[in-house]
Each structure stands twice: as structure tokens, then as C-alpha cells.
């Protein structure tokens, strides 16, 4: 099993940043992918971005140029950068861990951007 801790949500205005971060605790060894999700009021989950164990990196299109995602493996822990801001990206933010074709959440933290 693998436990996730989010932290790093808040209330931004627009143009503003913020920077997520999810420890992986539990059984750590072999993490594969380690990503972030988003549901915003009244929308479908989406990936917002992924990063496998070997560093490959996808985007969504709607976070390119502003999100930077990263992982230290020596602390079992996703960043997740977010630059510039705006409304839309306001929504539930989940990390997401698979493991041995597994997949984990965490339990999700709230990024509410103001215009």
C-alpha cells in the first residue's frame, strides 16, 4: 500500500502561483508514474500533468508554459510549480501514484484562483 499527503493548496489571484507537493509514505519502492489531476466545479477528472520514473514528462496543453512538474525519488515526493495563474485552474488538485499496476490518490487539495 501506498499513502499520499498533498499539501501546498490555497486561495491565489490570478496571475499568482502556488506550489503542490505529495509525499508518498508506505510502500515506496518501484513508484512508477507519479502525476497530478484536477476536477474542477461541475467537470470531469483530468490529468493535468505526469512524470514517469525515468523523468519523461506529458502536459496537458491547457498548463504548458505555465505548470512544472517534478519528483526527488530520494524523498518519494511529486511537485507540481504553478506560475500565471488564472480562474479556470481553479479545481480539486489529486496526486496520483502507480505502482506494480496499482494506482493511488491522494486525498486532494484545493487551489481556488480569484480574478
Known amino acids: 500500500q501506498v499513502q499520499l499527503v498533498e499539501s501546498g493548496g490555497g486561495l491565489v489571484q490570478a496571475g499568482g502561483s502556488l506550489r503542490l507537493s505529495c509525499a508518498a509514505s508506505?510502500?515506496?519502492?518501484?513508484?512508477?508514474?507519479m502525476g497530478w489531476y484536477r476536477q474542477g466545479p461541475g467537470k470531469q477528472r483530468e490529468v493535468v500533468a505526469v512524470i514517469s520514473s525515468d523523468g519523461n514528462i506529458d502536459y496537458a496543453d491547457s498548463v504548458k508554459g505555465r505548470f512544472t512538474i517534478s519528483r526527488d525519488n530520494a524523498k518519494n515526493t511529486v511537485y507540481l510549480q504553478m506560475n500565471s495563474l488564472k480562474p479556470e485552474d481553479t479545481a480539486v488538485y489529486y496526486c496520483?501514484?502507480?505502482?506494480?499496476?496499482?494506482?493511488?490518490w491522494g486525498q486532494g487539495t484545493q487551489v481556488t484562483v480569484s480574478s
Open positions: 508506505g510502500s515506496t519502492r518501484r513508484i512508477d508514474a
Open positions: 496520483n501514484v502507480k505502482r506494480m499496476w496499482v494506482t493511488y
